[in-house]
């Protein structure tokens, strides 16, 4: 009996939406991500394929600025029950607000949402923020996913593409 291991490329996609800026006039934000790419996924594999990505914001040198996050359900239209997809194939996956991937990163319900504070070193339950000098205030929020183990898929390259809505 002969093993193969199916190469696929999986990546979420994520998109900035609501940005509705609740600041200073003469103050401005710009709002960064860096898509959570989980690579190769080995559909034999018993263990889950865990990846990062992160979202940055960052607003002028005035004072801190809270900003409360929340993540849509992607292509599905939940958030506990995200998928990928490759044309008709579906992967599962979704994205949490912690390293140990056990509180998922939703729509606010359930306490699934995040708040940070730019500027702040420890803003929020998982942000990192700054204040550099001739900066602007910025955090850091990483961003944890994990694709299910042993899901019975084709090759490919599956994506979804969220969106992050900012409320300041």
Known sequence: MTSHRIALSCVCALAIGGFAPRVLAADTCTVTTTGVNF??????????LNAQGSLFVECGAGSSTTVTMTLSGGGSGNAASRRMSNGTDLMFY??????????????ATGGSSDTCTTGSPTSGTG??????????????????????????????????????????
């Open 94 to 107: 979704n994205l949490y607000l912690n390293t140990g991937r056990t509180i998922i990163f939703g729509d």
């Open 39 to 48: 690579g190769t996924y080995d559909p034999t594999s018993a263990t889950p």
């Open 127 to 168: 942000c990192t923020g700054e204040n550099p000098a001739g900066k602007g205030r910025n955090f850091t929020r990483p961003l944890y996913g994990q694709v299910n183990a042993s899901q019975n898929i084709g090759v490919g390259t599956y994506t979804d593409t969220l969106t992050i809505t900012l409320t300041f």
